[in-house]
C-alpha cells in the first residue's frame, strides 16, 4: 500500500512571479461621468516561514475624473515593498489568506501632463512623485501546483498626489511558482 504524496507549498525560499489587475475607486459602468479606474502590475513573490511572503512590484494606476463632457485621466506609476502575514489556511494547503503591508513610491501624471483642456481651461494639479503605503488583504487558491489563482483588495494611501490620499483597489491574478 502506497501513501499519498503531497506537492510543497509556499516553503520557505520558493518563488513566483505574479501578474495582477482590477478595478479602482468603484466598478464599471458606461456612464461618462464615472470616476472609474483601473490598475494592472507585476510582482515577484518570495516565501518565508509559516507561509508569509515579501513581495516586490511595480503597478500602474489609471483614474478618471468627470469634467463637463468629457473625463480627465490620472495615472500612478508605484514600486511596492511590503510583508504579507498568512492568517489561515485551509490543511491541504490550498487556500491561504493573508494581510500585507507594503511602502510605495512612484510617480503621478494629470491628463498626462497636457495642461490646457478642449475647452481652453487649464489643469491646476502639477505632477508630481508621491509616497506612502498600502495594506492588502489577499487570498490564494491554488490551481495547480505552480500555477494560483489571486483575489485582492486593497487600500492605498499615498501623500504629494492631486488625487486623494486613498484609493481602493480590488482585483484578481495569477502567480506562477518559478521554483
Do not use: C
Not at 507549498?9 to 475607486?25: I, P, Q, T, Y
Not at 516561514?49 to 468629457?70: H, I, M, Q, S, T
Not at 511602502?103 to 508630481?128: C, F, M, R
Amino acid at each position: 500500500m502506497g501513501g499519498e504524496a503531497h506537492a510543497q507549498r509556499a516553503l520557505k525560499g520558493m518563488r513566483g512571479l505574479e501578474l495582477r489587475g482590477g478595478m479602482v475607486d468603484g466598478f464599471h459602468s458606461s456612464d461618462n461621468r464615472n470616476e472609474l479606474g483601473y490598475y494592472f502590475g507585476i510582482a515577484m513573490t518570495t516565501y518565508a516561514k509559516n507561509a508569509n511572503k515579501w513581495v516586490f512590484g511595480a503597478e500602474y494606476l489609471n483614474r478618471y475624473y468627470p469634467y463637463k463632457d468629457g473625463r480627465i485621466p490620472m495615472a500612478q506609476f508605484t514600486g511596492e515593498g511590503g510583508y504579507y502575514y498568512k492568517f489561515l489556511s485551509d490543511g491541504s494547503k490550498t487556500f491561504f489568506f493573508s494581510i500585507g503591508a507594503s511602502a510605495l513610491a512612484g510617480y503621478e501624471t494629470v491628463n498626462w501632463g497636457d495642461k490646457l483642456l478642449h475647452d481652453g481651461s487649464t489643469i491646476q494639479n502639477k505632477d508630481a512623485f508621491l509616497y506612502g503605503g498600502a495594506i492588502t488583504l489577499e487570498v490564494e487558491a491554488y490551481l495547480t501546483d505552480r500555477v494560483i489563482l489571486l483575489l485582492t483588495g486593497r487600500e492605498r494611501i499615498l501623500w504629494d498626489t492631486s488625487s486623494g490620499h486613498f484609493h481602493t483597489q480590488f482585483g484578481i491574478g495569477l502567480k506562477f511558482m518559478i521554483n
